[in-house]
């Protein structure tokens, strides 16, 4: 098939004067043209020098001059007996043969594939020794160990990358791998030792625990024998009923079998369900009942305020609730809890002055869902608002001009269109329902909850077995809803469809449902506010609620305990923030940008560490890492690792969401001007988006600061944070200080969102174009 | 002069998926020193067949070789391929200059050559005095000779060009024209992916006719044959129309 190519007449149709007037390029430029000399850039040579030199030979000084093990926490520590060779172990040379035959292989003179397919070999097999090594010997691992094998994994990179495995430069390959391993190491090792340690006691296999911890009262009273009515019978009857419910629905719709046995099946559930969470107690129903309660009042609000934002004729109504997708972020999330028992609890401004109560009802099952009410409805916003926006107004007018009326409208264009995002909204907030961990923990009254039972169990009776069982619970019902919301939602993929706002004019809500609106939305903010403002007013008197008298005592109290927590916290999100918008932003890049195996588990794998509830992980964190190779707890590294993978996935959505926006082929035309990706990535894609970079940073430092259902786990008494500290506070009954916190915490979200605005304002051109 | 080195495709396939072939086991020879054309219907494979050489896709079967070297698995850094592509894909961050100086820079070569380098590219383009201009200033005629441009400097072996007459003004078509013919001479390889059917086709040395397998290669006569024309493009002669996208 190989065409005879010769030249044939030369230059074609155009002669070389034609050519010459056709443009006016001078003629010496072209025969004396330099670019036309042997091009020095071109590679003739095929046997070349592998970059993967440098990390073998970093890996051989790493390993020969820092101590593999370590005996303490301590990482710097350099201990004798646990250099190389006073270990006495062969499986520990391997390491220094495998870098050794490394940087042999490199400079040899191969063919580039086989090289590749040896250094992967030998990188390797270096890291599976040493590791094995550590885990064997459950060796705490050193510097040595910590250099030497992450040098490795880089020459596995430059490995993969001249074999062709990775058809990738070598940064990409080693990024993957280290991508991966991460993944495996802080995600997937901590949720593996919750598993483990719900079935394995003292080193035996077992479900004694599981069903010891499931069967407790505090987990779920099904049926409890001091009452007179039966709950075990009504929930039964709930069950019937929902039956009969599902039944008669697929009879009148006249579904298929399968689809009449599955909505059997379905209704029942939920009739169960219903019936448990009517009836029974136990953190199991409390839970469930709480987040069904929270999701669905939630997702009412927010679609009532996305309606409002979109479509109300007042300016100043939009704007405000621009403001009002901000709170959830500047703000730990149970501090409005916190702020409730100043209005709310017995000496609260309005239950007591103004109504003359003195009640504890706040605390309990209601106080927790309003507590969450106010705090999640602008994520259930946020999230409908988009879909709300992106309704296309000429659909409506289209309809409209059809003679259909507003109810047809509604349940023909608006309705079908809105719900994926109301389901995306209701499943979202019965994840965050289930998985909060400060309001119950603040308002939880008698009641027991899913998130703070896992806390309690391990914290206040020391039964990690009980822990992880109960961490076992919430996990599987989050990645029940995730998969759900995913299975409904449709696509795996961390790439959200935007809605533009399209052409044409809403028409304008009708004034009594606008007026209903503005009036929900006008006692939401008065609370808001008031919650708000009774924090910064309780900073200023001296007892709330008993004696008014404006104090600074307790910002001198919090500058004595609280400021160096809160100087630390704020160093190790800095700290943190960095990493986790620099990993957030390669996982986007090569989920987004590069075609490899194994990309479908990056991507689960960050999607599930978005997706655990902190309390599942921050008992997964003290498994994992409390002792063995992995030794990293009572230290500041455990709480930047936490939240650097806490906070990761925030730079990822912001990484595909401005990767979405650049043309590939303007990495495509920097990668055939040879330029590597690492270059690529640097000189092209950083500075387009550098504003959602900025973002991601600013954000993951912001969810740092005011995080604590994880990290609360992970604090020693050299490592306090400050939410943790405050949420102590709350508890100890020193409201004051908290408040004094508090309102310090608050300012200074507030300032750090603001100064991203500015700049995001300033450069907001940028990064769109391409 | 010639110093370029023949590409050799064998056996080249792209599937995607299961079902869809974008490429059917392809065997080609593109020799230095003349101007090729690729022609075919719309997703017969140009363009992808065009990016597996470069290294932007990966091949599912087959081998490529450039200079009697196989680089099916080279990354597409290290493969002395350069593409022009049909979106102009100039970096709106850089102005003209640095936009022509990035492959240089790339390579690290010295200041002053770089300097040299780029502006001889410019000059050859027809955009002098332009190159501190923002990219997004220019026509689009201005913004392809720029993207040329940067090619140039690059100092490839072998150049491709993904439908470069796209939305071009008659100016920049007859400079383009100029320059293929110039790097041909050289001894470079130069394809050009090519929609149109009609008289610019005169202008090349050879064609290579594709609807996901290769249907004829050769001059002219050799292949607008009815008979090619017919496997190509399936029953309608679209010799010598209009077909734009």
Known sequence: MSPPSKKG?????????????????????????????????????????????????LAIVGF???????????????????????????????????????????????????????????????????????????????????????????????????????????????????????????????????????????????????????????????????????ESGLTFIFAGIGAAAGL??????????????????????????????????GALPTSLLLATVVGAVVTVLGLAFAI??????????????????????????????????????????????????????????????GAQILAFTPVAYLVIRGSVASLDPSLEEASQTLGANRWTLFRTITWPLLRPALANAF???????????????????????????????????????????????????????????RLWLGGGSFVTVTGKPSSGSFSPLPRVLEAILITLFSIWTVLVLALYGSIVFGSFVKLWGINNTLTLQHYRDFMQAGWPVFLYTARVAAVSAVPAGILGFLIAYLVVRQKFWGRTFVEFGSMLSFAIPGTVMGVAYILAFNTGPWLLTASSVIIVIAFVFRNMPVAIRGGVAGLAQIDPSLEEASTTLRASSSTTLRRILVPLLIVPLIGGLIFAFVRAMTAVSQVIFLVSSGNMLATVLLLGWVEQGQLGRAAAMATILIVTMLSVILLLMLFTRGRGAQGVSA | MSTAAPIKLENLSKRFGRDVTAVDTINLEVEPGTLFTLLGPSGCGKTTTLRMIAGLERASEGHIFIDNEDVTKLPANLRDVTMV???????????????????????????????????????????????????????????QRVFLARSLAQQAEVFFFDEPFVGVDQKTENIIFNIFHQLA?????????????????????????????????????????????????????MFFSDENN
Not at chain 1, 343 to 356: A, C, P
Not at chain 2, 215 to 235: F, M, P, T
């Open chain 1, 308 to 369: 409002l934002g979109q479509r109300s004729r007042f300016t100043a109504v939009r704007r405000s609730l621009g403001a009002l997708s901000l709170l959830p972020i500047i703000t730990p999330p149970f501090v409005l809890a916190f702020a409730m028992i100043f209005l709310f609890g017995r000496q609260g401004m309005i239950t007591n002055r103004l109504l003359g109560l003195s009640t504890n009802d706040l605390f309990g099952i209601i106080g927790v869902a």
């Open chain 1, 427 to 485: 499943l979202l907030t019965m994840i965050e329902s289930f998985a909060d961990f400060g309001n119950p923990l603040i308002l939880g009254g008698d009641r027991f909850y899913l998130a703070t039972e896992v806390f309690s169990a391990f914290a206040a009776r020391f039964d990690q077995n009980e822990a992880a069982v109960l961490g076992v619970v919430l996990l599987i019902i989050v990645l029940i809803i995730f998969s759900l919301q």
């Open chain 2, 185 to 237: 001479d050289e001894g470079k390889i130069v394809v050009v992916v090519n929609h149109d059917l009609g008289e610019s086709i005169t202008n090349f040395d050879e064609l290579i006719l594709l609807n996901k397998e290769l249907i004829a290669s050769g001059d002219r006569q050799q292949v607008l044959k009815d008979e090619n024309l017919q496997r190509a493009y399936g029953g309608k002669v």
């Open chain 1, 9 to 57: 007449g030369q230059g074609g149709f155009l002669t070389t004067t034609q050519r010459n007037a056709a443009c006016k390029v001078q003629t010496s430029l072209i025969l004396g043209n330099p670019l036309a000399l042997n091009s020095p850039l071109s590679r003739q040579q095929t046997f070349t020098l592998s970059g993967a030199w440098l990390p073998a030979a």
């Open chain 1, 248 to 281: 008669a629905l697929s009879l009148f719709r006249r579904w298929s079998i399968p689809r009449l046995i599955t909505s059997l099946l379905i209704a029942t559930v939920v009739g169960f369900l219903i019936g448990l969470m009517l009836f029974a107690r």
């Open chain 1, 64 to 230: 020969l001059a820092l101590p593999f093990g370590r005996t303490g926490r301590a990482f710097l520590a350099v201990d004798p007996s646990l250099r190389p060779w006073a270990l006495g172990s062969a499986w520990v040379w391997l390491v220094l043969v495998a870098a050794l035959a490394a940087v042999v292989i490199s400079i040899l003179p191969i063919r580039t594939d086989l090289k590749g397919e040896l250094l992967t070999l030998s990188g390797a097999l270096g890291l599976l020794s040493g590791v094995g090594w550590l885990v064997a010997t459950e060796t705490p691992f050193g510097m040595g160990a910590l250099v030497s094998l992450v040098m490795l994994i880089t020459v596995m990179g430059f490995g993969l990358s001249a074999s062709g495995r990775i058809q990738s430069d070598a940064f990409v390959a080693s990024s993957i791998l280290f991508v991966s391993l991460f993944i495996i190491l802080f995600i997937l090792y901590p949720l593996f030792a919750v598993l483990q340690n719900a079935v394995i006691v003292d080193g035996v296999f077992t479900f004694e625990r599981v069903r010891q911890t499931l069967s407790s009262p505090r987990f779920l009273l099904f049926e409890n024998t001091f009452t007179e009515r039966s």
């Open chain 2, 85 to 143: 592509f049909q979106s102009y894909a100039l970096f709106p961050h850089m102005n003209v200059f640095s936009n022509v100086a990035y492959g240089l820079e790339v390579a690290r070569r010295p200041k002053d050559e770089i300097k040299r380098r780029a502006l001889e590219a410019l000059a050859m383009v027809g955009l002098e005095g332009l190159e501190n201009r923002a990219t997004n200033a220019l026509s689009g005629g201005q913004q």
